[in-house]
């Protein structure tokens, strides 16, 4: 059955030893002034601030990152006190003079994630071990009532292979864990769902910032 379009994000699968995960959270930060939205599941990268801890939405889905974005906390002023958030809604005005948002971010190189893959073309087993691309207009476009990501594969011709820049390596197609007739679980249509790893990620780069 072909597979339906309902991206999610990137949405944690296990770590890749198999021990139990802790989901590897790292407490970053986000600049209260950013105006981009960040969903649960969405990749994020460092913030063009020279030297800083904070992290925005990536310019494009080709690029190294932090990690996956896991929720925020920040002071929202219409109700007086600090809130939990499973998405940052971008600029969040008067609460800027609290200072930065707190942000929880997946960045442990060794954790699994699946992901649905865009409509541009059909992922399948024969792409197991190759690196990949997101789909950069995906993120930052999640629903606002889950906070749920709507990031996806970017699955054309010339962003799956063996370049090393690309954030995420296919490690295996979700069909192999999920009963059959599951949405994603068609590897012959495009959507499919793919189980991904960290590729280049800030945690897994030898070389370090100049700035």
């Not at 969040?92 to 060794?110: F, K, L, M, Q, S």
């Not at 629903?143 to 749920?148: A, L, P, R, S």
């Amino acid at each position: 059955m072909a597979n339906t379009i309902a991206p999610f994000g990137f949405r944690s699968f296990g770590h890749r030893d198999g021990s139990a995960p802790t989901m590897g959270f790292e407490r970053r930060f986000i600049i209260s002034s950013d105006t981009a939205q960040i969903f649960t599941g969405d990749p994020v990268a460092n913030s063009s601030v020279a030297g800083s801890p904070y992290i925005t939405l990536p310019t494009t889905g080709t690029v190294e990152v932090v990690g996956i974005f896991g929720g925020c906390e920040y002071y929202n002023s219409n109700v007086g006190r600090v809130v939990w958030a499973p998405y940052f809604p971008g600029n969040i005005g008067a609460n800027a003079t609290v200072g930065p948002v707190t942000a929880y971010v997946i960045t442990d190189p060794e954790m699994q994630f699946i992901v649905q893959g865009s409509t541009s073309a059909v992922l399948g087993s024969s792409v197991v071990g190759w690196n990949i691309a997101y789909l950069s207009t995906s993120v930052g476009q999640g629903n606002t009532t889950t906070g749920i990501s709507a990031a996806s594969l970017m699955s054309s011709a010339g962003t799956v292979g063996a370049n090393s820049s690309f954030p995420f390596r296919i490690v295996d197609v979700y069909s192999n864990f999920a009963p059959p007739g599951v949405n994603g679980t068609d590897n012959t249509t495009a959507g499919a769902i793919m189980v991904v790893a960290p590729n280049n990620w800030d945690r897994k780069t030898l070389t370090g910032a100049t700035t």
